[in-house]
Structure formats: C-alpha cells, structure tokens
C-alpha cells in the first residue's frame, strides 16, 4: 500500500455491510486499509437507535481491538444518540438535510433554528453535528451548505465536503473547500457521473438524467485536486470513502483500489508540500 502520512485517518461508511458481527466487521475494514469507520446507527444494523446507549459504545470496543475507530455516526440527534457518542468517543454525527414542503427558503430557516437547538446540546456532550450536502431534493452542494451555515458556530456544528456531489454540481474542490473550511470536519471521497434514461420521462416531460455513482477514475469528481488542496492547509480530520457503487458486485475490491488510489493522492499532495 502507497506510504501515506499517519497523521491521515481513513475511514469507510459501512452501510453496505449490515450482515457482519461488530468484530468481523472490523478485521473486514481494516483487511481493507481503513483505520476508522462511519458506522449507521440505523434499524437493521449493527448498532440500532433502540440500542444505540449500551451498543454504540460497545462496538467502539469491539472495533478498537481490529485497530478501527468510530469517526463518525450517520443517525438521528436525539440526546440519547449524543450521550451514546460522547461515552464511545465518536466525535460526529453525520445529517443531511431535506427540502421541506414549504420549499427552499423556509427550510433554510427552519434548519438554522434546529441547528441552534443542536449547537446546545453539542456543547453539553462534546460531540460535532456534521451536515453533508446531497444532489436533488437536500442541501446540494458546498455553495448551498455554505449559505445555511452563516451565523452557525463552527465549534458545535461541521460541515461535510463532499466530492461527488460537488462535481455533479460542476464545482471545483478548492471552491468549494475554501466556501467549508471554518466549519470543515469530515472529507467524504466518492464519484459519480451523469447517465440519461431514455425511459420513462419525468412527470413534466423531461429527459431524465441520473447520477451513476462509480469508482474514482471513472467519475466526475476530482480527487487529486481536493487532497492536494486538504495537504496544502493541513486538514486533520478523517476523509471518509463512502463505498457508494451503483454497480456494488466487487464492492471490496472497489473500495480497496480506491483507498489505495485516494492515499497514493495524499502521499504526492504531501511530498508537494513538503518541498
């Protein structure tokens, strides 16, 4: 595997893998490269909201005994989530956020509000809410998490990178990067490109064209230019490949050529610097 700086912690969101025991979840993450995970706190998967207070602190255990860490949770923010956290020592939780039915604008407001309520109880438990941008529907993109989080305190409340839906948005990684960086707390590291379906047309007849998510070579998204922009400003916190495939057949291999390609990135960005 390429020499990469160990200050870098590589994580993977391991929402295609619910099957597995916390502990072979771990040698399988680590077998694979990472150092840390994103973990779903969702129905269904090794840690669930029911029992997230006594499970998410023992999976960190578990998973610390394959030299894995929890960087992150992708789950609700009520106070038991935050508590189960603050005693697992995971320093996130990852939300998007949706358009609500009153349209854009009123969920800006409304989100600003909720954040606010969050930024408090953040405080109390020590633990980071992280809003990831998402295409369509959500906050899409860097340039509209950026105008939701104005006035909101980076110290409670991070914001999420995101590399393919920022190239679906057509935008450059240090844009978008410079837009984040006072809140900036987790670099999420996949890629994607546009494919149109022929059929059916949307409901106001439209061509359609969707997102293909797909390995890093083939996509949209431009990582060598964000870890050489991340190397170049020193970001520590955790890069997350999100192991997001349309096409999931091989799903280990994808994602171990990409750890492997992202961390070859990250050496060259840091020998750059270096000199």
């Avoid at 990469?4 to 619910?18: E, G, I, Q």
């Avoid at 840690?47 to 610390?64: C, F, G, H, K």
């Avoid at 809003?131 to 950026?146: G, K, M, N, R, T």
């Avoid at 050489?228 to 799903?251: H, K, N, Q, V, W």
Wanted: hydrophobic residues 45%; contains cysteine; glycine residues 8%.
């Amino acid at each position: 595997m390429p020499h990469d700086d160990p200050t870098t912690t590589w994580s993977v969101f391991t929402k295609p893998w619910r099957e597995p025991q916390v502990g072979a979840l771990g040698e399988l993450v680590a077998g694979m490269g990472f150092d840390a995970v994103e973990l779903p706190v969702r129905p269904g998967y090794q840690v669930t909201p029911d029992e997230v207070s006594t499970a998410l602190p023992a999976a960190a255990r578990e998973l610390a005994r394959s030299g894995v860490r929890v960087a992150s949770i992708a789950s609700g923010t009520d106070e038991a989530t935050f508590a189960a956290c603050a005693d697992a020592g995971v320093p996130f939780i990852r939300i998007m956020v949706p358009i609500g039915v009153n349209g854009y604008a009123a969920t800006g407001t409304e989100i600003r509000r909720v954040l606010a309520g969050l930024s408090e109880r953040a405080e109390r438990y020590g633990v980071r809410v992280a809003v990831q941008p998402h295409y369509d529907d959500y906050i899409a993109d860097s340039s509209e998490l950026f105008a939701l989080l104005q006035d909101v305190d980076p110290r409670h409340v991070a914001a999420i990178w995101d590399s393919a839906h920022d190239a679906l948005a057509r935008k450059r990684p240090e844009h978008g990067l410079e837009l984040l960086w006072p809140w900036l707390g987790i670099v999420n590291l996949k890629s994607a490109y546009y494919e149109r379906v022929d059929e059916p047309a949307s409901a106001f007849g439209d061509p359609v064209w969707e997102p293909v998510f797909t390995d890093a070579r083939s996509g949209m998204a431009e990582w060598g230019r964000a870890l050489a922009y991340l190397a170049e400003r020193g970001f520590a916190g955790p890069i997350c490949l999100t192991a997001e495939y349309t096409d999931e057949s091989d799903l280990v291999a994808k994602v171990t050529r990409d750890l492997e390609y992202a961390q070859s990135l990250r050496a060259a960005a840091g020998a750059g610097v270096a000199r």
